[in-house]
């Protein structure tokens, strides 16, 4: 639907521009395409990092204090 669509700029290098037409050449997609799906998986992945991120700090926090509570 036309009321879904959202527009965003974002600055890059000129090598990730370069990237970006690359693929969309090489894989005959739009590089508006390349952008859309690597904006998708990208954020999938970054999602699934960061909470990995924040329960390693978790776990790192409470070996911390049963090292500080045993002494």
């Known amino acids: 639907m036309a009321t879904d669509i959202h527009h965003i700029q974002i600055r890059t290098t000129p090598e990730t521009r370069e990237k970006i037409r ?7 997609r739009s590089t ?7 904006l ?7 999602s699934r990092l960061l ?3 924040a329960d390693m700090v978790n ?10 509570r045993g002494r």
């Open 59 to 68: 776990e790192y926090i409470a070996l911390l204090k049963k090292d500080a």
């Open 32 to 38: 508006a395409d390349i952008v859309r799906s690597s």
């Open 51 to 53: 909470e990995a991120q």
């Open 40 to 46: 998708d998986i990208g954020l999938k992945v970054l």
């Open 22 to 28: 690359s693929l969309a050449e090489n894989h005959e």
